[in-house]
């Protein structure tokens, strides 16, 4: 989920087991969010995005969930491997389909045990 | 990450200086963002420019940074007289078109700052 203070929250999952990170955004006007993965030393990667007027997304083994009403987003990985283990954030857009000025949060740890 | 590519990946910089980073984008893409990574923090937008125009620079601080996106060329993030607070990764995302679509934005790897 999204962090508080200076740590970021940490996952930690068996490999093979399902992954469930959270997130909670702030702008009740939001249309558009997205998740990415962030490797150590590099830029975040895309992973799924939804739209508002969608309340489940699936890709290749991950499925994005979006409840509007209580403000929260989701991603679900699916049979967690170690090369899931990076830190995921999520992303608003609250400026209308002319704007990619993205809000992020601190993002999730997932850790994958071997 | 493949085809936004930045340079340096990694800048060292004496307090006082100038800072350069470099930002060529995807290929066909007309339209640059720049984003600011601080120790512990999430990204946060800085600006946002098309080929000879800034569009939105409503996340810059309003002294010491500037950035351009000429046409030729790759969009430069400039930051004068540096100090230790500037020490963060930068990071860039391009998109082909003004509006959304259907087409996510997608980084680079970054330039890591750091001023000593």
């Known amino acids: 989920g999204e962090s508080v203070g200076l740590h970021l929250p940490t996952l930690s999952v068996q490999e093979g087991d399902n992954s469930i990170i959270n997130c909670a955004y702030s702008n009740s006007a939001s249309d558009y969010f997205i998740w990415y993965k962030q490797e150590s030393g590099k830029g975040p990667q895309f992973i799924i995005d939804?739209?508002?007027?969608?309340d489940k997304r699936q890709g290749q083994r991950v499925t994005v969930l979006l409840n509007k009403t209580v403000k929260h987003l989701s991603l679900q990985i699916a049979a967690t491997q170690p090369g899931d283990s990076a830190v995921y954030l999520c992303?608003?857009?609250?400026?209308?389909?002319?704007?990619?000025?993205?809000?992020f949060g601190k993002g999730t740890k997932l850790s994958v045990i071997p | 990450n493949a085809g936004v590519m930045q340079n340096p990946r990694h800048l060292v910089r004496r307090r006082g200086q100038e800072a350069r980073l470099r930002c060529s984008p995807m290929?066909?893409?007309?339209?640059v963002y720049w984003y600011r990574q601080l120790p512990e923090e999430g990204l946060k937008f800085m600006v946002y420019l098309q080929k000879e125009n800034i569009i939105d620079e409503s996340g810059m601080p309003k002294e010491r940074f500037s950035a351009e996106f000429p046409k030729e060329g790759p969009s430069i993030l400039r930051i004068q007289q540096v100090v230790r607070g500037d020490s963060a990764a930068y990071f860039c995302a391009s998109s082909p078109r003004r509006d959304r679509g259907d087409s996510p934005l997608h980084f680079g790897n970054g330039t890591r700052l750091t001023v000593t």
């Open positions: 290929k066909g893409h007309s339209h």
């Open positions: 939804i739209r508002s007027n969608m």
């Open positions: 992303a608003e857009n609250s400026g209308g389909a002319g704007s990619y000025q993205l809000t």
